[in-house]
């Protein structure tokens, strides 16, 4: 199968949806004006390092390279409208490999009512690199940026945290629809996906707000996959052995601190859930009104002093470091 | 170096240019709203294809990530605007090549005009590649796509075709001024830009156009270095050896139809020309006031006919294959 081969399967495979004026087959996708601002995000993921073979099957990679840019829309309240898809293929697998990359790519982009526009495919002798590019917009009067917590806020969380390696990493809902509800009800100071780690993106937001804040350990949504992993089931589980972004040492943390499985969730990537502030009276509201079914929990509050500490059942707070996974160059 | 510590070298070296509301640090960037059409195309780069280290330097590879996206934004007669930049980079070569591939990608978006927007910053044990995605608008009225040559077009090339291994790849200058130009000038049918070689490309434009076209074999504007690549001087010249795609087999042409060098310059991939077709009054009126610098030579003309013929001297009309360069996956 030839490159153009390819291409010309997954334009069969492609429905194509507005904004779209021209799509794949031309030297750029030409896309109709609109009066909404555009937003743009880029995610690359690697073979190695966000998923292995054949621990993972190619439709559950594909699926992922699209989720975790789904996702970085969510975290700015956007409507997906539009994906570009690049890949360094693997020539040794073929294309049936190929073709079931781009099968699972394009179901959840179906199921997101987004086209694909557009991308480059390429083929090598090394592993997969697969590099997507997602257009999308506010869905309520404008973007959530991570920039905008004041003090005084709550700080709320969607979903549970923890144990994504045992397959959420994969599999996980880009919190696309939570995020629409959240700025159709109330008045989101600032957002932000967890991919890092909950204390470390919680960093990232704190850092763009230039606020600190206080989370409460026993509030921490725990996952069952945490639970499962921090208490050593997984060694006797089926689930599969991926290699996903570790976290860098939560031994860092005093253990006095939290339960394992506690700072394993705060220090574990990939949950994909949305860390988000809104004002108390918001927060009120929230707890009130929010339709579910995705759980919300508030973790704490956002402070006027810089830094970030961990409150204990006890009352006594620990400065908590932004654990979490970051690539290093050097 | 840290990801984050990257990013933040990139962040101070960036000039933040309309119509980025929201750059890089975000889950996505923030682009204002516009009235024209939206241009959006993407190219992924690999280490051992489209260069190789240490005979290509870090700068070089930068800047041909950022080119090649250039080139396609010209072939629509786009005007570009903001880049997105998604790296896997290789860990071994640590900090200061991270920053020389940046370097070099920058220099040439400040050249153009361009804001790196976004981006994804990744390190793996495994060779460099880029994927970049380019936003623009189109700068006449409309884009200018493949599909619109119409029979007795006559078809233009820009610049000088074949020999690009020897440095042309790396260093050319991406034809979104000349594209400017055409456009205000005259209505341009069809264009595309000459990545994969001339007869592929003319292939590409032919299928989507569904028409025929005949070339001039004699008109083929020959590079210097094609004749050099071709007369063997490249075996005692100082050039680099890189590795960039090979055609697939010129041989495969009846060496009949024309002089090595011809040949060469049919197949060889990475011109980065601009390959497009006008009406015949068009034609006469681009051939009496283009302003130059660069040259624009008339190869032919497009034909109701479907098949593509290569025209010898003595008026003798040869099949010509859509020799070039793609990927194989299987």
């Given at each position: 199968m030839s490159e153009f081969e390819l291409i010309d399967w997954i334009r069969r495979r492609v429905v194509d949806r507005p904004p779209l004026l021209l799509g794949i087959g031309d030297d750029a996708a030409v896309l109709a004006p609109s009066d909404k601002p555009l937003l743009v995000t880029t995610d690359l993921v690697m073979e190695g390092t966000d998923f292995t073979f054949p621990q993972t099957t190619p439709q559950l990679a594909g699926r992922k390279s699209l989720a975790v840019n789904l996702s970085d829309i969510a975290a700015m309240a956007g409507i997906p409208t539009a994906a570009f898809v690049s890949v360094a293929l693997p020539?040794?697998?073929g294309e049936s490999f190929a073709e079931a990359f781009f099968d699972g790519l394009l179901d959840l982009a179906d199921e997101f009512g987004v086209v694909l526009a557009g991308g480059d495919t390429n083929a090598w002798d090394k592993p997969l690199v697969a590099s997507i590019t997602m257009l999308g917009y506010p869905a309520g009067k404008k973007a959530i940026t991570r920039s905008g917590a004041k003090p005084g806020d709550k700080i709320f969380v969607t979903g549970e945290l923890g144990?994504?390696?045992?397959g959420h990493h994969l599999t996980f809902t880009p919190r696309i629809e939570e995020a629409r509800q959240l700025v159709n009800l109330v008045d989101v100071h600032a957002m932000i996906d967890i991919s890092d780690g909950l204390a470390a993106d919680l960093h990232h937001l704190l850092g763009a707000s230039n606020v600190g804040a206080v989370i409460q350990?026993?509030?921490?949504?725990?996952?069952a996959a945490a639970q499962q992993l921090v208490s050593g089931e997984r060694e006797n589980s089926k689930a599969p052995r991926l290699t996903v972004p570790e976290s860098?040492?939560?031994?860092?943390?005093?253990s006095a601190l939290g339960a394992p499985h506690v700072l394993h969730a705060l220090s574990?990537?990939?949950?994909?859930e949305l860390l988000f502030t809104v004002c108390a009276a918001d927060a009120e509201k929230l707890q009130r009104?929010?339709?579910?079914?995705t759980k919300l929990t508030c973790l704490g509050e956002i402070t006027s002093e810089i830094g970030c500490w961990l409150q204990g059942a006890d009352g006594a707070k620990h400065p908590l470091p932004p654990l979490g996974w970051q690539h290093r160059f050097s």
């Open positions: 020539q040794a697998r144990g994504s390696i045992l350990a026993d509030r921490i949504p725990i996952s860098t040492a939560s031994e860092r943390l005093p574990d990537g990939e949950d994909f009104h929010w339709p579910g079914p």
